[in-house]
């Protein structure tokens, strides 16, 4: 539209008739010419899981049944991934010796009840010089560990391997500490992975400056600055927990830097609670991330979902489309463009939901790309990963 570079729904010609329709219209016929512009239901389910957390078969404090019992019975999540450092925790055996590994899937194959509660097969991986640490998650309940040249290290090669395995998803551990984090202007395109851990107990990689942050920060290596590369990275979150509490809330005494008590939660949108269902939308990108707060939060731009590439006209118009329930009164549900707040809808504390559609018509770049940020009134926050729209 030549007039305008965003819309609403509300100037439409069904709508535009009831408002100048006389004496024989009322207000639920606007309501009703409204609500028939929304898209169908989502097909998807929401499912919260705790992705980043050690036991004590590296440097975590607890058994391995006490964690998964307690992301099972205490959380009450819906999945659960144990990932332990390879190398087993300063001066101890490594992942691979003394049983370490053959224990670790025995128990994910013990506490996987399908429809219940799901775990996934993973550890943290040392990823020396591109990543300083790598979460690898596993398809399979059962797998062999990733091991190179050198270990606490990949080659370019190496990395290049790894991320071509459809059996396996690579999530960077917060990129944006000074000690171990990562410089994405040095990082190519074809060595970004497709997710990242945008919240821990550490703190926010959101961007740089942002109110929540780790505690020594480095500009450049934030989950947007990715993005700003083109990378077509969507974002889970992960505790990152040494304690007793994956999934709840709690600061763990060490290591210090986890400075936050809020979780890291990841949820996915999925058809069923099954280890194939969770992997596969977590494959697509079809996930996101919060700091505690259980928030549902549907997002789609032509109805297609979080995660999603689409191919457009130039100036198409892109119906977005966003549905939020927080666990809390919400303070602000913000859509960001191109790393950039774009729409921001200042609920105030006045509900705990949230809904809204509004056009965008205006293409800014070959593509662009679109995700949403909430905010509730206690600060507890939620990330969408992206959705891409270039340009045919």
Same mark, same amino acid.
């Given at each position: 539209?030549?007039?305008?570079?965003?819309?609403?729904?509300?100037?439409?010609?069904?709508?535009?008739?009831?408002?100048?329709?006389? =004496?024989?219209?009322?207000?639920?016929?606007?309501?009703?010419?409204? #609500?028939?512009?929304?898209?169908?239901?989502?097909?998807?389910?929401?499912?919260?899981?705790?992705?980043?957390?050690?036991?004590?078969?590296?440097?975590?404090?607890?058994?391995?049944?006490?964690?998964?019992?307690?992301?099972?019975?205490? /959380?009450?999540?819906?999945?659960? /991934?144990?990932?332990?450092?390879?190398?087993?925790?300063?001066?101890?055996?490594?992942?691979?010796?003394?049983?370490?590994?053959?224990?670790?899937?025995?128990?994910?194959?013990?506490?996987?009840?399908?429809?219940?509660?799901?775990?996934?097969?993973?550890?943290?991986?040392?990823?020396?010089?591109?990543? *300083?640490?790598?979460?690898?998650?596993?398809?399979?309940?059962?797998?062999?560990?990733?091991?190179?040249?050198?270990?606490?290290?990949?080659?370019?090669?190496?990395?290049?391997?790894?991320?071509?395995?459809?059996? @396996? @998803?690579?999530?960077?551990?917060?990129?944006? =500490? @000074?000690?171990?984090?990562?410089?994405?202007?040095?990082?190519?395109?074809?060595?970004?992975?497709?997710?990242?851990?945008?919240?821990?107990?550490?703190?926010?990689?959101?961007?740089?400056? *942002?109110?929540?942050?780790?505690?020594?920060? /480095?500009?450049?290596?934030?989950?947007?600055?990715?993005?700003?590369?083109?990378?077509?990275?969507?974002?889970?979150?992960?505790?990152?927990?040494?304690?007793? *509490?994956?999934?709840?809330?709690?600061?763990? #005494?060490?290591?210090?830097?986890?400075?936050?008590?809020?979780?890291?939660?990841? /949820?996915?949108?999925?058809?069923?609670?099954?280890?194939?269902?969770?992997?596969?939308?977590?494959?697509?990108?079809?996930?996101?991330?919060?700091?505690?707060?259980?928030?549902?939060?549907?997002?789609? @731009?032509?109805?297609?979902?979080?995660?999603?590439?689409?191919?457009?006209?130039?100036?198409?118009?892109?119906?977005?489309?966003?549905?939020?329930?927080?666990?809390?009164?919400?303070?602000?549900?913000?859509?960001?463009?191109?790393?950039?707040?774009?729409?921001?809808?200042?609920?105030?504390?006045?509900?705990? =939901?949230?809904?809204?559609?509004?056009?965008?018509?205006?293409?800014?770049?070959?593509?662009?790309?679109?995700?949403?940020?909430?905010?509730?009134?206690?600060?507890?926050?939620?990330?969408?990963?992206?959705?891409?729209?270039?340009?045919?």
């Amino acid at each position: 539209m030549e007039a305008r570079k965003f819309d609403s729904p509300h100037r439409n010609r069904a709508v535009t008739d009831v408002v100048y329709g006389g =004496t024989g219209t009322d207000i639920s016929q606007m309501r009703e010419a409204r #609500a028939r512009l929304e898209p169908p239901p989502s097909p998807y389910k929401v499912f919260w899981g705790e992705l980043h957390g050690h036991s004590n078969l590296s440097d975590g404090t607890v058994d391995i049944d006490s964690y998964f019992r307690s992301a099972r019975d205490v /959380a009450r999540l819906d999945f659960c /991934a144990l990932s332990d450092h390879d190398h087993g925790g300063v001066g101890r055996p490594e992942l691979w010796d003394v049983g370490k590994w053959e224990l670790i899937q025995d128990r994910v194959a013990t506490y996987h009840d399908p429809g219940r509660f799901v775990t996934l097969l993973a550890y943290e991986r040392d990823s020396y010089p591109w990543y *300083n640490n790598l979460v690898l998650y596993y398809r399979e309940g059962r797998g062999e560990m990733v091991r190179g040249v050198a270990d606490g290290e990949i080659t370019r090669d190496e990395l290049i391997a790894l991320l071509a395995r459809d059996d @396996i @998803i690579s999530v960077p551990h917060h990129t944006t =500490t @000074i000690d171990g984090g990562s410089d994405f202007s040095s990082i190519p395109l074809e060595l970004m992975t497709p997710l990242m851990e945008v919240y821990s107990k550490w703190g926010t990689s959101e961007y740089f400056g *942002n109110p929540n942050p780790v505690r020594c920060e /480095a500009r450049g290596s934030a989950w947007r600055d990715a993005l700003e590369k083109g990378a077509r990275m969507g974002c889970i979150a992960g505790s990152d927990e040494h304690g007793p *509490n994956p999934g709840s809330f709690g600061k763990t #005494a060490a290591p210090n830097n986890l400075r936050y008590p809020n979780p890291g939660l990841a /949820a996915v949108l999925a058809t069923e609670l099954t280890r194939e269902a969770i992997y596969e939308a977590l494959q697509a990108r079809r996930c996101y991330a919060a700091s505690g707060a259980r928030i549902v939060i549907d997002f789609r @731009i032509n109805s297609q979902p979080m995660g999603s590439e689409l191919t457009l006209p130039r100036d198409a118009r892109k119906d977005i489309y966003t549905q939020v329930t927080g666990e809390g009164p919400l303070e602000t549900v913000t859509v960001v463009k191109n790393g950039e707040d774009y729409i921001v809808h200042h609920v105030d504390g006045a509900a705990n =939901t949230f809904s809204a559609q509004f056009y965008d018509y205006r293409t800014v770049r070959p593509t662009d790309y679109f995700y949403l940020r909430v905010t509730q009134v206690d600060g507890r926050q939620a990330w969408t990963s992206p959705i891409w729209v270039t340009v045919a």
